[in-house]
Structures are given as C-alpha cells and as structure tokens.
C-alpha cells in the first residue's frame, strides 16, 4: 500500500530559528510531491509542487527538497516567525490515476 | 475569485438525519473532490470528480452521495449521519491536464465542522 510518513509528529521551536520536516514515501510509481501549509481551522495552502526532475524548490523562507531515489523530501523552514505556527501536510501523488497520498503532517509550533 | 467556497461552516446533525455539504469553485477547474480530516488521520478522499457528470469513489465513501451536474459545484451528501461521521470536511479543486494528471495546485475551501450526536 502507498504510504507517506512524515516526521517528525510536532515540533517547538523559538522564533527566528530554522527547522526542518521530513517526508518519506513509497508511493510508486510517482508522479509528484506537494507540500501543503494548515492554519488551524482553515483548509491546506499549498507551499510547493515538486517533480521527478526537481530538487529544490523555495517559495519566500521556504525550500523543499526531494530525492526520488531514496523517496525522501525535506520542507525546510528559514528565520521562522510566529506565523509559521501550523500544520505541515505532505502529499505524494502517483503517476496512473487520480490518487494523492496524504502524510498525516507535522505541528509546528513557533514560539516567541 | 473568490476560489473555493463551503457552505455551512458548522453544522450540527442527530442520528440518521441527511444534510449536503456545498461546495462551489469559480476557477473553471475540472477536477474537485471532498475530504474529511480527522485528528491523527490526515486527509481521507471521499469522493471525486473529474468533471460535469463524471465522479468515482475516494478510500472512504460509504454513507456519502455526491453528484456533478455542473463545473462549478460538488455538493456532498450524508444520506443517513452516524456519529462515525463527525468531521471536518474540506472540498478542493484544481485543474485537471488532457493526458489525465495534474501538476497543478490544489485549492481547499475553508471547510465545514460537521457533529453528528
């Protein structure tokens, strides 16, 4: 079965540091990987949408990276800020069908 | 544009009443589909569809209709709610390419609460 898992659960960090989420998948064959931003009790923003071919992608403070070969993708986040403070989905799709495969995210709690 | 919206935000719903969920996008997009998220879930597909008249079934669509009569609109439907579908339900849209994939952006409403007691 295709999984993605995502580490890790949550996360504290302070404001103005960096972290980073990790998202490992077996989802076969592949098609692409988005990463997602969720405000509480607002619906998923997309971050980026990365592809075989593409191993980094940045959008403002953030940069994703992916490894099809090893099936692993980063979401690195730079100089966070309080509004950073969200859940993190990671979303791998397959190449034959309609099919996203959904991580369950990671918390991200930014505090001052 | 005002994307995807949902309609109600909340709602609350005893034990075998129906309702629909709305779900309209101005975005012109083919493809729309419906989501439910519960805590320590992550997103579950519930049903799809990749345009006017076409929809199939997502991982969890036992207890919900949806139909596709127009581009723009995706009502889900709870034909008999049990308290196992008390949820936050998000709708979502994108476009859809001619070879049958997508690279495009997803775009999520703002969802609906739904309790059922």
């Known amino acids: 079965k295709n999984q993605v898992e995502q580490s890790p659960q949550s996360l504290i960090i302070l404001e103005g540091k960096n972290c980073t989420l990790q998202?490992?998948?077996?989802?076969?064959?592949?098609?692409?990987l988005r990463w997602y931003k969720q405000d509480t009790g607002r619906g998923p923003v997309s971050l980026t949408i990365?592809?075989?071919?593409?191993n980094t992608k940045s959008n403002g403070r953030y940069t994703a990276t992916l490894d099809a070969d090893t099936k692993q993708s980063s979401l690195h986040i730079t100089a966070s800020q309080l509004s950073d403070s969200a859940s993190y989905i990671c979303?791998?799709?397959?190449?034959?069908?309609?099919?996203?495969?959904f991580g369950k995210g990671t918390s991200l709690l930014v505090t001052p | 544009n005002a994307g995807v919206t949902q309609t109600p935000k909340f709602q609350v719903l005893k034990t075998g009443q129906s309702m629909t969920l709305q779900c309209a996008q101005d975005?012109?997009?083919?493809?729309m589909s419906w989501y439910r998220q519960d805590p320590g879930m992550g997103l579950r597909l519930i049903h799809y569809?990749?345009?006017?008249?076409?929809?199939d079934q997502g991982e969890v669509p036992n207890g919900y209709n949806v139909s596709r009569s127009t581009t723009e609109d995706f009502p889900l439907r709870l034909l008999s709610a049990a308290p196992s579908q008390t949820s936050v339900y998000f709708c979502?849209?994108?476009?859809?390419?001619?070879?049958?994939?997508?690279?495009?952006?997803?775009?999520f409403g703002p969802g609906t609460r739904l309790t059922v007691l």
């Open positions: 979502a849209s994108s476009y859809w390419g001619a070879s049958g994939s997508s690279t495009d952006t997803q775009y």
């Open positions: 998202c490992n998948y077996t989802v076969s064959p592949f098609s692409n």
């Open positions: 990365m592809t075989f071919s593409e």
């Open positions: 979303v791998v799709k397959e190449a034959a069908g309609y099919a996203l495969n």
């Open positions: 975005m012109n997009h083919e493809y």
């Open positions: 569809s990749v345009g006017a008249g076409i929809t």
